[in-house]
């Protein structure tokens, strides 16, 4: 007979999951592991849990561990070895950006990739990464990351990583490591890398330019420019979004390498496939144009800041007569890193980004991360749904 010793102030939790999850002809582990999961949830901020879909990283990650960074704790996992071998979930809520169909995707990206990282030697550093968005995340409920070990091998090792919620797939990536090669100046490889465009350069370290609406987030973005936005010459495939960034705070030592690609991964997913949405100047927030000069101050200037980054204008008048943005939702989502050790995530990086394609209502965009010295840490690649409202007032569309 199994026993589990629950804390007397844990008690009236327990009793409302088995009002509400009768555990009937359900395995001992599989039942234990279910109420300490709820536990947890339930213990970690029962507000935080509540919260609408505006909650904030910083809400999304309270209580966290205070010697680590924000980011760090946002990305924290935990092991569930009742539930099985190689089986993870996420330790604090996760974030639902307002307006969003479901959870940030950056994060169910840089979890399976923190999860797969803890069953892989330290020789071992991921190379690349190809995930899929299947369904819409939900921040109500816990993710259970399975780590499947497809491939042992000399050189490289492969992980696939479901993530599920409430029994089904909502993400699923396969990952790819490779032994860390020891140093040999004699031997012959071949070798190149794209450079640093020219003309750019990082922002100060002390830099606290960030609008008051983004200081809660885990990591700070310095947008630089929509290259050729306003020029009615260029093709929307001649335009680049650039921008620095970097984590919010300093990566603890503990986290290891494994943190700063966790970190990055995380990053890469910030407004990527909203690349097709800026070199094509959409109208893509929840109301028109009109609507905007009824909106409260703090708002107002938040959208004319990004429209004016955007090429979009600062007035009513030149938003008007805009396609408005119907539909904008990941498919899938690729990283190739190239310089592992070289990732310092809490150190300004570049990232550049462009769209080769957009038709049949997808877009494929493409993005380039360097480090602030230069060095070519990343190429990542992602395709979307990408549908503007039509006339007709027709029901909004579905996947």
Known sequence: MAVLVIPHGMIAHVREFLAKHPLDHVPMNIAIAAIIIYIDLQAEDGLNR????????????????????LIENVLD????KVLGQDVFT???????????RGIYGGAVIAQCLAAAQKTVPETFLVHSCHCYFLLAGSSETPILYHVEHVRDGRSYATRTVQARQKGACIFTTTISFVREATPDKKRREVRHAASLPEGVSA???????????ARTGPFQSHRIEVLRAGDPKAEPQDRKCRQWMRSRQKISPSGGHQAHLNALAYMSDSYFIGTVSRIHGLWRFPFSPDEVPSLDEATQEQVRSLCEFEGMGSSVEEWRGRPHLGMLVSLDHSIY?????????DEWMFTEMESPWAGDGRGVVAQRI????????????????????????EKSAKL
């Open 50 to 69: 509540r919260l609408p879909c505006t909650e904030t990283h910083a809400a999304s990650a309270a209580g966290g561990d205070s010697s680590k960074s």
């Open 77 to 80: 996992v935990t092991e569930l």
């Open 90 to 100: 996420n330790t604090r809520p996760q974030w639902h950006p307002p307006g969003a």
């Open 203 to 213: 922002p100060p370290d002390d830099w606290d330019g960030e609008p008051e609406w």
């Open 337 to 345: 890193f190239h310089e592992p050790r070289a990732v310092k995530a």
């Open 370 to 393: 360097f480090s602030k010295d230069g060095e070519l840490l990343a190429t990542c690649y992602q395709e979307g749904v990408v549908r503007l409202k039509q006339d007709g007032g």
